[in-house]
């Protein structure tokens, strides 16, 4: 069974930083960050591939969150940085197995099969 657990996560004032982590028992994936805040759709934040570590970012948080991951734990971090209020969010991991190949959008969250239960994020001002 697919479980993804994620970690992290809390209150922090701008211009801090965070660190979320999720780990994924049963098998490969390549992962994803999404977040959603209230009222908003969820959206793309961050993913790494399993096969070769490519990241991909979306525009917003380039230059301040990083992705990476450790294969032999099975774990993907969201090192966030420079915070800033409009980053207050529920951030999901999400996971894609690698027997599914690499022919995705890395961006679309209908790419990924599973997700982890969510972590908040607050950033204040």
């Known amino acids: 069974q697919v479980q993804l657990v994620e970690s992290g996560g809390g209150l922090v004032q701008a211009g801090g930083s965070v660190r979320l982590s999720c780990t994924a028992s049963?098998?490969?994936?390549?992962m994803g960050w999404f977040r959603q805040a209230p009222g908003k759709e969820r959206e793309f934040v961050a993913a790494?591939?399993?096969?070769?570590?490519?990241?991909y970012y979306a525009d917003s948080v380039k230059g301040r969150f990083t992705i990476s991951r450790d294969n032999a734990k099975n774990t993907v971090y969201l090192q966030m940085n420079s915070l800033k209020p409009e980053d207050t969010a529920v951030y999901y991991c999400a996971a894609r197995p690698t027997i599914y190949g690499g022919n995705y959008d890395q961006k679309s969250k209908n790419a990924y099969n599973y997700w982890g239960q969510g972590t908040q994020v607050t950033v204040s001002s």
């Open positions: 049963g098998r490969t994936f390549n």
């Open positions: 790494i591939r399993w096969s070769d570590g490519s990241t």
